[in-house]
């Protein structure tokens, strides 16, 4: 069937074309257009792909943006700022926990009254972990200070992040604006889309950067303070300030929105009434949700039934005059919200709803309000009649029975409460007697010693078979490797990466031992805080009926990046000197959010943020080097490791466990495969580990006391290998070896040869 695309396109002013295209790859074509100064960003699902669209364009030259990739959320929210304070165009993307991390910065930015844009690609909040999306991050912006406009398809991402900026920049305004839409609902699912043709009449309609009048840092004529203590009445009167340019937010918004209409036909009024000029029963719902009840609101009036539904296209400042005018003549409305205010008696938009109608005077109205579609719920055409339902419900009984209640949670049935499939390890299995570590009194080292491998096959895995890792993932070998050198009981705690994710699919989990999961940056302390808990316990001898044979080993593994988002309480661990391992599998990336750069990452290795093209050669700056860092600490004992060298590994797991229970911190990081993302064969994944090891990159050697010996020299054993060699192996950095990244490769080349020589003059002088 031909479609007639005249007939297709809106009217406008302006020439467009027609993209199929998903939300977040929709939010990075808006800020391509745009072509923001800088965008500091931090990988989070479901966001993350605004930060890969944007870096794919950068390497094929489409736009100008400086991508900073932050230590985490909190370090991306205070690059955005800086950079905000500087003068030019700003832009991030971040969702869930992320959002909170940043959270403390978000008022300090609106307080301040700099201009930025943000996409909330909005997702559950921990805990537990799910990474699906609903409102509960977007609730947690209510009070920051920052207009929030609202997206139900990709077409509005698009539209309200152009929008956004000039909103953000009006002289009335001169406030940051956040762009929220549903995580995965709207991020990931692919629409058609309008979009401007030319960057140029994008540029038109959002305007130069205001020149005159708005003080920056970089006006060496005009140098400002900012961000200065305040005391009252100023901090009262800075506050009044702000909330009136919110409040003038609305007005401009509806002026910007009118502008934008004349020149693409398509329109966002603050809200979007569908079918309410005559309606009795109406259902409020945001973003994707309010489109599929649309087709409830014609199904109901097809039967007769006088439905109606309001969905806000802007929630900062709240529109709720226009609400409460849009409700006047109502019976009964149900309020759906897609996140709880726990205790309050429904969700937040319940509320401000309720007080909309009282402030206005709306009385004669039942207020149904249901807390639905958490954790990614979905929301189908069924859930919207119930919805309906429970408004006719309390028409036809004349009230409220239930003013608030969940909508799609099911009862718990006791038959099906989880039961125990994995039976704890025993103790004697794990306490085999065949590895002895003995204090050296002449060295202050210890000496260790172990039985050939194959005798301690019949050790138990700490981790059961049954996970969900890639194929070939390096991860878990790597560990139960390390964890043959452990003797006896451990608790363990995992940081979020593909390690935690895999392994613990509610109601299942492959841990055999003791586990805990907490925040992605927050995994040291929290452990700290179990090693102190269980040694003052123990003191205050509150354990003893435990029956405990031996102390716990206490190990924190981390991974995907955590030593970037998390190295701040790692040091403070550190420093503290608790008992307890930090173990990293090094996979060189945020493998877990879809392999995008991480700090660990390699100079030229390609990443989904560090993309190959004709304007980018891969990660433009050279690795973290956490086991030196770590060192830097005078922690007692810090070892690389490899399963390429499984007798190296071993032997340095039970000398790191006897430190741990004895002296204190310990850290040690290996090198594990990923294949998915490492554009591997799975069989090759020791052959490359090994190959890393004899090409120098990943040397193999321990800090005992602050004494470094490297445990296998590839020079000596004549096996040093050139760099390039290893970097044949992999997809992800066979491009480093052609002509054109000659110099990448050279860069990456000499600082392995630095570091390697560094290590080598330490090896040789103990007072290194």
């Not at 009449?201 to 200065?228: M, Q, S, Y």
């Not at 009252?232 to 009044?240: G, Q, R």
């Not at 660990?600 to 093209?613: E, W």
């Amino acid at each position: 069937m031909a479609i007639d695309v005249k007939k297709e396109l809106p009217q406008g002013k302006v020439e467009q074309r027609i993209v199929y295209e998903s939300g977040n790859e929709m939010a990075a074509y808006a800020a391509h257009q745009i072509n923001y100064h800088v965008m500091g960003y931090f990988p989070i699902s479901p966001s993350t792909e605004v930060a890969q669209f944007l870096d794919l364009m950068k390497a094929n030259g489409q736009h100008d943006i400086k991508l900073i990739p932050a230590d985490g959320e909190h370090g991306s929210a205070g690059v955005c700022y800086g950079a905000s304070t500087a003068g030019g165009r700003v832009f991030n993307a971040t969702s869930a926990n992320g959002y909170l991390y940043m959270l403390e910065q978000m008022p300090v930015q609106s307080g301040t009254r700099f201009p930025m844009v943000m996409n909330l690609v909005c997702r559950s909040v921990s805990g537990p972990l799910d990474i699906h999306g609903d409102h509960s991050d977007l609730y947690f912006a209510l009070n920051t200070g920052w207009p929030i406009l609202m997206c139900r398809d990709p077409q509005a991402v698009y539209d309200m992040n152009i929008m956004a900026i000039k909103l953000a920049e009006d002289p009335e305004v001169r406030l940051p604006v956040l762009v929220a839409s549903d995580g995965y609902f709207t991020s990931h699912q692919k629409r058609r889309v309008m979009t401007f043709t030319h960057r140029e009449d994008v540029h038109k309609f959002i305007g130069e950067l205001p020149p005159a009048g708005f003080a920056h840092v970089l006006d060496r004529e005009n140098p400002i303070t900012v961000g200065p203590y305040m005391n009252e009445p100023d901090y009262i009167n800075n506050c009044y300030q702000q909330s009136m340019a919110m409040y003038r937010a609305a007005d401009v918004y509806d002026r910007i929105r009118k502008e934008y209409f004349e020149l693409t036909g398509r329109d966002y009024p603050i809200l979007d009434l569908y079918r309410m000029e005559d309606a009795e029963v109406a259902v409020f719902l945001m973003n994707s949700s309010s489109e599929i009840i649309k087709d409830v609101v014609d199904q109901l009036r097809e039967k007769g039934i006088k439905a109606g539904s309001i969905a806000p296209n802007m929630i900062r400042p709240f529109p709720a005059k226009e609400i409460a005018e849009a409700l006047r003549n109502v019976k009964a409305v149900t309020i759906g919200d897609r996140a709880d205010s726990y205790g309050g008696h429904g969700g937040n938009m319940t509320i401000e709803i309720k007080a909309a109608l009282f402030t206005y005077g709306v009385k004669d109205i039942l207020v149904e309000s249901r807390i639905y579609g958490l954790g990614g719920k979905d929301f189908y055409a069924e859930d919207g009649h119930q919805m309906f339902q429970y408004a006719l419900d309390a028409l036809k009984a004349g009230k409220v029975e239930k003013p608030f209640d969940y909508h799609g949670h099911t009862p718990g049935d006791p038959s099906k409460a989880p039961k125990r499939v994995l039976e704890p390890m025993k103790y004697e299995d794990l306490k085999t007697g065949l590895i002895t570590v003995t204090p050296d009194e002449a060295t202050g080292k210890v000496n260790v010693k172990i039985p050939p491998l194959r005798s301690l096959t019949k050790k138990p895995k700490r981790i059961a078979p049954g996970h969900g890792a890639c194929p070939g993932c390096g991860i878990f070998s790597g560990l139960e490797l390390f964890f043959k050198g452990i003797e006896g009981d451990i608790v363990a705690l995992f940081q979020t990466g593909c390690a935690m994710v895999v392994t613990t699919g509610y109601p299942y989990s492959a841990h055999k031992a003791t586990y805990i999961h907490n925040l992605f940056q927050n995994g040291a302390a929290t452990l700290s805080g179990v090693v102190e808990m269980f040694w003052e316990r123990k003191r205050r001898g509150e354990l003893d009926h435990l029956g405990l044979k031996d102390d716990f080993t206490f190990v924190m593994i981390t991974g995907d990046g955590g030593m970037d988002i998390g190295m701040g309480p790692a040091i403070g661990a550190a420093l503290r000197n608790h008992k307890m391992i930090i173990l990293e599998y090094d996979n060189e990336g945020y493998m877990n959010t879809g392999a995008q750069l991480s700090y660990s990452t390699p100079m030229g290795h390609r990443t989904s943020t560090s993309n190959v093209g004709k304007a980018q050669g891969g990660k433009v700056f050279h690795h973290k080097d956490t086991a030196q860092i770590m060192a830097a600490t005078n922690i007692p004992y810090v070892f690389t490791g490899s399963e390429a060298n499984p007798q190296d590994l071993v032997k340095k797991a039970a000398k790191a466990q006897y430190y741990a229970q004895n002296v204190g911190l310990v850290y040690g990081k290996i090198l594990i495969t990923c294949p998915l993302n490492w554009l591997s064969e799975d069989k090759d994944g020791s052959t490359i580990i090994g190959t890393a090891v004899d090409s120098c990159f990943f040397p193999l050697y321990e800090i005992e006391r602050g004494v470094t010996t490297i445990t296998y020299n590839p020079e000596e054993k004549g096996k040093k290998v050139p760099l390039s060699d290893w970097l044949k192996m992999m997809g992800k950095t066979k491009h480093m070896t052609r002509p054109e990244y000659d110099a990448s490769y050279k860069a990456f080349e000499e600082e392995v040869e630095r570091r390697w020589n560094v290590l080598k003059a330490k090896h040789e002088n103990p007072y290194l």
